[in-house]
């Protein structure tokens, strides 16, 4: 009863404040009274699902005009959902994204990044990555202490080892290797126990990242194993990387079938999920997002997997939000951060949770920020590494994207004309590179004297992490 009577009185200020205004302003105001209305009227759910597809890169979905049908359930799904053209992610590996997925911070903020491992004392294969710190909220700790059950099941036992603080607010946090179906029955358990009462439930799928899941599927060509997957992998990586070499297109082109195939894998898959989440009744009630941490280069811009660099192949990601009672298809060609998803998860909670600042900081229309740090010491220690030992930031204004380094490179890209960032445009349009500068500068880049908290790591961990290509030799 006072959220209806707050609103109306809004809307009604707003008309009055418009009439006064004159004609044009009206239509200004009556616009601003409609948001606020809508804010006012969003649907409350007690069901809210966070699905992070693991390293899927927007551009290779048949949902964003992929030439391959890779994800023809994903596709159905975002007919009665929200689709986001242009969704960034904050920085192009796990660790730092989901932080910012967690607690809508930047990863200079949160701290859960890469750091210059020159600062740091006798850093390890594994040593310069920091972890979330306990004192920044998260988006698990909010809904928990609001009375919903929450529970992490994901398959990156990486870098979302709890030992990496993303466990905070998780009550059931379940973390370890298995492809969709495994992670879908692990999911079921939980959900038979609470889909009835209020829950949030965070699901992170692998299927898409080293070695990718490339098991034999119809209408796709035969891919090998997914250890023949890997070896090409890092095959094409080490003459990129190690050796500065062009890797042979045909070798490049399996690669890309490989990860093609493994996108179909994954949407099967959520597939499942979807239909069984529609069996129970919870789908058409519930708030989910279909996200990604990051994408995945295959060789553009002479790069292969990730966390190397801020190009489109990592940053671009996908962004499906189906709302409760959603039953029509929404479309957003704005660019748009995901470290705004905690305020969108918050806008249907119910119990009107305590909203932490930092979760409104990314409204719709502002500016957008990726970041990238000095890379991990496997990267570093590459023969070619030192030309990663760097700060790479992107900034995103309308369909322009700035890419700074540190104070020397600059680039500028029109990423509607040209989305493989092939021209730099910087000196043709120098005042709009200017305007770019000016919203990186109201994101300071953090100081010598920030220090990392650093994991403590026993062997099995750090085994853990080579073998998903994060440290050492993984072979």
Known sequence: MRRSTRGLTLLLALILAACDAGEAEGEQGAAEARSAASAEERPRTQAILLIVLDTLRADHLSL??????????????????????????????????????????????????????????????????????????????????????????????????????????????????????????????????????????????????????????????????????????????????????EPPPEKVARLVQQYDTSIANLDAALGELFDQLDAWGVLERALVIVTSDHGEYLGEHGLFEHSKDVYEEVQHVPLIVHHPGQDGRRDVDEAISIARIPALVLDHAQGNPERPASFDRHPQGAAVLAENYFSRMHDLNKPRGDALRRIRRAVYAGSDKLVLTGDSAVELYELEQDPGERTNRLDASAQRAAELRTHASAWPLPGPEVRPVLPRLDDEARETLRALGYAGDDE
Request: hydrophobic content about 35%.
């Open 64 to 245: 964003h005009g992929y030439a391959r049908p890779t994800s023809p359930r994903l596709d159905d799904f975002a007919q009665r959902a929200t689709v986001y053209a242009q969704a960034k992610a904050t920085s192009p590996w796990t660790l730092p994204s989901h932080a910012s997925l967690f607690t809508g911070l930047y990863p200079f903020e949160h701290g859960a990044r890469t750091f210059d491992p020159a600062a740091l004392e006798d850093p390890d294969e594994t040593g310069n990555v920091g972890c979330l710190g306990a004192e920044h909220l998260t988006l698990a700790e909010v809904l928990r202490d609001a009375g919903y059950a929450t529970a992490a099941i994901g398959a990156n036992e990486g870098f979302l080892d709890a030992r990496f603080g993303l466990d905070q607010g998780f009550e059931h946090y379940d973390i370890r290797r298995g492809r969709g179906p495994e992670l879908n029955q692990r999911a079921f358990l939980w959900l038979v126990a609470h889909k009835d009462e209020p829950f949030f439930l965070f699901l992170n799928y692998m299927d898409t990242h080293r070695p990718y899941n490339c098991v034999e599927r119809e209408g796709f060509p035969d891919c090998g194993t997914p250890k023949q997957a890997t070896a090409l992998l890092r095959e094409l990586s080490s003459m990129a990387l190690d050796q500065g070499l």
